[in-house]
């Protein structure tokens, strides 16, 4: 599936160019197609495969029964509440979290000898009449895993099916074999080309290797931005070559730095500053690089800002001008 395009969200006083991710869309495709799978198409008489899902998978637990206060039933509303709430595509390190977390859990479940979807265990006759299902009484019976709709089920009730499908697949008489639907939505199948737990991964790399740019458009003080060394440099740069005598030139500066993307540090202390203009704490994502909307106003603060970081903020310069004294439009 291609990635969707780049995330533009406006946030705090900047504005943030996410980049492009495709896991939020493969979450919606696989819900939808799991609410689309209703009854006999997954061999139940009622509800639907996320409703299955739901109330009885995910979550290692004692029993099947989910009274809609534990286990799976909040893992499910934890996933869906962080999807619906990250319409503008910016997804938080606690996000992340709960994805790992709930991967982990899928994971458990799977390993489980007896919870795993593919080791459900009913019992069926070890012979029966192939054309009505009747069998002797007294005859062992033998277990069969997955799904309940066996052949067996299907010979023993072929006028009552009420059209609940039977696959052969969804049930084997060897463990962690058999692919039910339940196990189908978790890990991908015929029924559901990519599974949930696949979806978790696909967040969770995405997540890790996201980059931003952070355009910032506010009034604040710009100081903090000396802390990132190419933004210190240039505007450095800009500042030396926009020398009229002994002046500097603040349109000059302002034409040097506009529009400009500076790098930035992916150390937790460069994005925790860059996270304050956007006015979210902890995104998920490294910012790459930054600009800066710029007026006349705004320059001369950068100006101040970084004769301050350079120890020159209060000192006289050529010929006896402060900073301040030395700009000119």
């Known amino acids: 599936?291609?990635?969707?395009?780049?995330?533009?969200?406006?946030?705090?006083?900047?504005?943030?160019?996410?980049?492009?991710?495709?896991?939020?869309?493969?979450?919606?495709?696989?819900?939808?197609?799991?609410?689309?799978?209703?009854?006999?198409?997954?061999?139940?008489?009622?509800?639907?495969?996320?409703?299955?899902?739901?109330?009885?998978?995910?979550?290692?637990?004692?029993?099947?029964?989910?009274?809609?206060?534990?286990?799976?039933?909040?893992?499910?509303?934890?996933?869906?509440?962080?999807?619906?709430?990250?319409?503008?595509?910016?997804?938080?390190?606690?996000?992340?979290?709960?994805?790992?977390?709930?991967?982990?859990?899928?994971?458990?479940?799977?390993?489980?000898?007896?919870?795993?979807?593919?080791?459900?265990?009913?019992?069926?006759?070890?012979?029966?009449?192939?054309?009505?299902?009747?069998?002797?009484?007294?005859?062992?019976?033998?277990?069969?895993?997955?799904?309940?709709?066996?052949?067996?089920?299907?010979?023993?009730?072929?006028?009552?099916?009420?059209?609940?499908?039977?696959?052969?697949?969804?049930?084997?008489?060897?463990?962690?074999?058999?692919?039910?639907?339940?196990?189908?939505?978790?890990?991908?199948?015929?029924?559901?080309p990519m599974g949930l737990l696949e979806v978790l991964e696909k967040a969770q790399e995405e997540l890790e290797n996201r980059e931003f740019k952070l355009t910032i458009d506010t009034a604040k003080p710009a100081k903090y931005l000396m802390a990132i060394p190419d933004f210190k440099r240039e505007v450095g740069k800009a500042i030396s070559s926009s020398r009229v005598g002994d002046e500097v030139s603040v349109s000059k500066v302002m034409s040097k730095l506009i529009n400009r993307d500076f790098k930035s540090n992916t150390d937790a202390k460069t994005k925790k500053l860059l996270a304050r203009y956007a006015g979210r704490k902890n995104i998920a994502g490294d910012f790459v690089s930054f600009r800066i909307v710029l007026t006349p106003a705004k320059t001369r603060k950068i100006i101040k800002d970084y004769y301050d970081s350079t120890g020159t903020g209060t000192k006289r310069r050529t010929l006896t001008k402060s900073w301040r004294d030395m700009l000119v439009v």
């Open 1 to 192: 599936m291609p990635k969707v395009d780049k995330n533009i969200a406006q946030v705090g006083d900047a504005t943030l160019e996410g980049g492009p991710i495709s896991f939020p869309k493969d979450y919606a495709n696989w819900k939808r197609k799991c609410l689309s799978l209703k009854g006999g198409a997954i061999g139940v008489l009622r509800g639907n495969l996320y409703s299955a899902v739901r109330e009885h998978a995910i979550n290692v637990r004692p029993a099947s029964d989910n009274d809609g206060n534990t286990g799976s039933y909040l893992e499910l509303a934890k996933l869906n509440s962080i999807m619906v709430s990250r319409k503008n595509g910016i997804f938080f390190e606690q996000d992340y979290e709960d994805f790992e977390a709930i991967e982990a859990d899928i994971r458990d479940l799977l390993d489980h000898p007896t919870l795993n979807p593919q080791n459900i265990m009913f019992s069926i006759p070890s012979k029966y009449n192939k054309k009505t299902g009747a069998y002797p009484k007294g005859i062992d019976m033998e277990p069969i895993y997955g799904h309940y709709l066996d052949e067996y089920f299907k010979t023993k009730h072929k006028d009552d099916l009420q059209g609940r499908t039977y696959n052969s697949t969804w049930s084997n008489k060897e463990k962690n074999t058999a692919t039910p639907p339940i196990y189908q939505a978790l890990v991908g199948g015929e029924l559901v």
